[in-house]
């Protein structure tokens, strides 16, 4: 069974930053595809970002590209998301899955 723990989350001002961290459990790591997604208030699950193995490529929703970068370090079994400019709709709890599990989340707030 994976185990995958988000940390990073937090409150933030619109225009602000955030890096969210996906420490993974399953080998090997650099195997699979990894996600993160996203569920606003009162809202479903949104899918955010992908990046597959290797690392070289990825993959972003329309509501986040150019904003956020999903990147990998496999060597640490971990999944980053870089958040940039963020906006009052990037309010959520943020999810990273890999192999059809997916963490506990973590709480991202965008307000001023």
């Known amino acids: 069974q994976v185990q995958l723990v988000e940390s990073g989350g937090g409150l933030v001002q619109p225009g602000g930053s955030l890096r969210l961290s996906c420490a993974a459990s399953?080998?090997?790591?650099?195997?699979?595809?990894m996600n993160w997604v996203r569920q606003a208030p009162g809202k479903g699950l949104e899918w955010v970002a992908t990046?597959?193995?290797?690392?070289?490529?990825?993959s972003y929703a329309d509501s986040v590209k150019g904003r956020f970068t999903i990147s990998r370090d496999d060597a640490k079994n971990t999944l980053y998301l870089q958040m940039n400019s963020l906006k009052p709709e990037d309010t959520a709890v943020y999810y990273c899955?890999?192999?059809?599990?997916r963490g506990q989340g973590t709480q991202v707030t965008v307000s001023s």
């Open positions: 399953k080998l090997p790591f650099s195997a699979y595809a």
């Open positions: 990046i597959y193995s290797g690392g070289s490529v990825t």
């Open positions: 899955e890999m192999g059809g599990s």
